[in-house]
């Protein structure tokens, strides 16, 4: 195992309208398996990933830089250089990273790699599943997919 440095990695981009950031996928480039880390830098004004939660996996975030909020179940908290705050499995582990400073916000987000796993988002009254590969995950998987929470069919439709 050789160490990584994040200066050799490619920023992957993601701008999505109010949603935009760069990302550097440090554990994937560490061949991490069961814990994922990722450096974020957050642009002023701009937020992270929407709001949600994980059903199997718990999250953490380490703020390296900058200043912004974080949006929980409970309301939203200041950030700066220096917080860390950690945010179990389920719902009680709700969250959205929000820049509201001058400066970029640069913070690494940690994670379980636990698969199967469920994503939640509430505001959008959406979830997605992830199989063989938790969400963050490099691997290919066998099954994934958004969908609306209200989307239920019954247990036998479809079936003789």
């Known amino acids: 195992m050789e160490p990584v440095n994040e200066a050799d990695l490619e920023w992957s981009d993601t701008d999505r309208g109010e949603t935009a950031f760069r ?18 830098e957050l642009p002023s004004g701009r937020r992270s ?9 718990e999250e ?7 200043s912004g909020r974080l949006r929980t179940g409970d309301g939203e908290h200041e950030l700066a250089a220096g917080d860390y705050v950690a945010l179990p499995a389920g719902e009680d582990g709700a969250h959205r990273v929000v820049n509201d400073g001058e400066a970029p916000l640069r913070y690494l987000a940690l994670s379980t790699m636990v698969e199967p796993d469920v994503t939640v988002s509430p505001d959008s009254e959406t ?12 691997a290919e998987r066998d099954l994934e997919g958004y969908y609306p ?9 479809g079936e003789d």
């Open 127 to 138: 979830f997605g599943v992830y199989v063989g590969a938790a969400p963050g995950g490099e």
């Open 23 to 40: 990302r550097k996928q440090l554990a994937a480039a560490a061949d991490g398996q069961e814990l994922g880390c990722s450096l974020y």
């Open 49 to 57: 990933w929407p709001y949600h939660y994980h059903a199997a996996n």
């Open 60 to 66: 953490a975030i380490y703020v390296l830089a900058g």
């Open 149 to 157: 929470v209200d989307a239920d069919v019954d247990y036998w439709a």
